[in-house]
């Protein structure tokens, strides 16, 4: 094993042996290289005041060379701030300025000690680094039975880990805190476990209240106090998008400190909250009281970050670091809020009209960009295929039953016809 991993190794080793326990074998192996060249690279760019011949990138005029085509349309930025690589962490300015968001949005995370967010290149790629660094062949992820596809081909497909699914609700409607903690307390002969809690959740859009957040701690303390690691993650790719009366914050500052054998990590980005789906800018960030911990973490990321990508895209981590630091960005963010909201409570006013009668029941949902319809008689690829094929209207079947519908991508005025097309649907195919 190289040196560098075998130090980071011992770091955690000595400060928190649980968390070193998580890792996966690759998690054990992983470094960043501190001779590579990366590292002298930037210990040139402070130093190298007469020639810097180091990274491999061109210069010109004392700036990055470019193409004046690309940059005329880029004319508002710095070269330096589009065309030079960032850092594999991520541009410094940016990830600060996550940090004070995450503060500004979860106010409990203040009194927390967690480290400063590392630049992914969106959610995805910020779960795949979790995937990387703790599940191996076998280990239990746990999800439940409503999730993204992807969590299967991250976890599962490239890692080998075991797909673990509970009954996102309970008899009330709830979500099912039980049904997590069974999952869990299941995995005590493996004595580790990987949870993914997605809220909003893709694809139904339901965010827990506060009690059933509070459940949700306590089934994973529990596993924790009997015996098992846990890797709690909070995919919060569509954090901020709550229209009612639920967690407004991410559970990710009560996970933080909840245990000594409970590691906290936080996966969020502004693709979703900013509606920049094609910048791909993605964080992630660990909760540790320990600052060798997160140090040790954030090295073991990097690792994984230069094996990989090397570095996220420079431009859009400019773009976004700007619009953060804009005095419009608040107000402009609010308005699109009132417009998503504005969309979901149309939806449920018009499936709880009595129009449909009992034949487009819903699963509850209160947030994000999605919900999900709940089809009897007919299956939901046969009323998906249908509705694209005679309607031209564009949902996504999963399972048997379950119809998501994206009102997130349909203007207001515009939903009744298609909640009227989607009933007319399920008609025409139960009178077949």
């Excluded at 996550?98 to 779960?127: C, Q, Y």
Aim: glycine share 8%.
């Amino acid at each position: 094993m190289n040196p560098l991993a075998q130090q980071l190794n011992e770091t955690l080793q000595r400060e928190n042996p649980n968390v070193y326990a998580m890792l996966s074998d690759l998690g054990k192996a992983i470094y960043f290289p501190k001779e590579g060249i990366l590292s002298q690279s930037a210990e040139a760019k402070s130093k190298a005041k007469k020639f810097n011949a180091t990274i491999g990138i061109a210069t010109e005029g004392g700036q990055p060379m470019h193409l004046k085509l690309i940059q005329d349309t880029l004319s508002a930025y710095n070269p330096k701030d589009i065309y030079e690589y960032a850092p594999p962490a991520g541009k410094p300015e940016l990830r600060s300025a996550w940090r004070s968001k995450m503060i500004k949005d979860n106010p409990s995370l203040e009194s927390k000690g967690f480290g400063s967010p590392v630049v992914t290149n969106a959610l995805t790629h910020g779960l795949s680094i979790v995937a990387d660094l703790f599940a191996d062949q076998g280990d239990a992820v746990i999800i439940p039975n409503k999730n993204w596809e992807n969590y299967e081909l991250t976890f599962g497909v490239r890692r080998g880990a075991e797909i673990v699914e509970y009954p996102l609700y309970n008899d009330e409607m709830k979500f099912n805190s039980d049904g997590l903690r069974d999952a869990l307390l299941a995995q005590k002969d493996k004595g580790k476990a990987i949870v993914l809690l997605n809220f909003p959740n893709n694809p139904t859009g339901y965010t827990p209240g506060a009690g059933e957040g509070d459940a949700i701690v306590s089934a994973i303390r529990d596993a924790a106090e009997a015996g098992i690691q846990v890797v709690a993650v909070t995919d919060d790719a569509y954090f901020g998008l709550f229209f009612e009366d639920s967690l407004q914050e991410s559970l990710f500052p009560k996970l933080a400190g909840l245990h000594e054998r409970v590691l906290a990590v936080k996966v969020d980005g502004a693709t979703k909250e900013e509606y920049v789906w094609g910048f791909r800018v993605g964080f992630i960030t660990y909760a540790s009281d320990s600052a060798a911990t997160l140090a040790a973490l954030e090295q073991k990321t990097l690792g994984i970050i230069r094996a990989t990508i090397s570095s996220g895209p420079h431009p859009s981590q400019t773009f976004v670091l700007h619009a953060l630091q804009s005095p419009e960005f608040e107000s402009q963010k609010a308005e699109k809020f009132d417009i998503m909201k504005n969309r979901a409570n149309r939806v449920k006013s018009l499936l709880d009209s009595g129009r449909y009668g009992d034949t487009l029941s819903y699963y509850p949902f209160n947030s994000g960009y999605f919900m999900c319809l709940k089809l009897a008689g007919v299956t939901a690829e046969a009323v998906r295929s249908h509705l694209l094929n005679e309607y031209g209207i564009g949902t996504i079947a999963l399972g048997e039953t379950d119809l998501r519908v994206a009102f997130s991508c349909i203007e207001e005025e515009n939903l009744e016809e298609l909640y009227d097309t989607i009933y007319k649907a399920v008609q025409e195919l139960s009178a077949k």
